[in-house]
């Protein structure tokens, strides 16, 4: 069974930083690709970034460039999501997705098995 463990959400005001985790289990991680997703209140989900472990390709959304890098510890099966300069808009809960595939980019229709979220909030 295929689980994801997502955390490191919290308060932070516009300009800080947090780092999200993800710990995933049952799936071969160097195989597989993992993608952020945020869902603000009112709003529909968006993929934010993803990485494929074969090829360490990593995509971002064009509102987090510059900002949030993806990365990954395969010893740790995790994956991090660090986010700087945080900004009020980026205020969601954030979830953690895999695919047994490559999956090159953060659409949610390439991913097959989803985390809980964890909430992000960023005060103006």
């Known amino acids: 069974e295929v689980q994801l463990q997502a955390s490191g959400g919290g308060l932070v005001q516009a300009g800080g930083s947090l780092r999200l985790s993800c710990v995933a289990s049952g799936l071969i991680f160097d195989d597989s690709s993992i993608g952020w997703f945020r869902q603000a209140a009112g709003k529909e989900r968006e993929g934010v970034a993803s990485?494929?472990?074969?090829?360490?390709?990593?995509y971002y959304v064009d509102s987090v460039k510059g900002r949030f890098t993806i990365s990954s510890d395969s010893a740790r099966n995790t994956v991090y999501l660090q986010m700087n300069s945080l900004k009020p808009e980026d205020t969601a809960v954030y979830y953690c997705?895999?695919?047994?595939?490559?999956?090159?980019?953060?659409?949610?229709?390439?991913?097959?098995?989803w985390g809980q979220g964890t909430l992000v909030t960023v005060s103006s």
């Open positions: 990485i494929s472990m074969r090829d360490s390709r990593t």
């Open positions: 997705a895999a695919t047994s595939d490559s999956a090159w980019y953060p659409w949610d229709y390439l991913f097959d098995y």
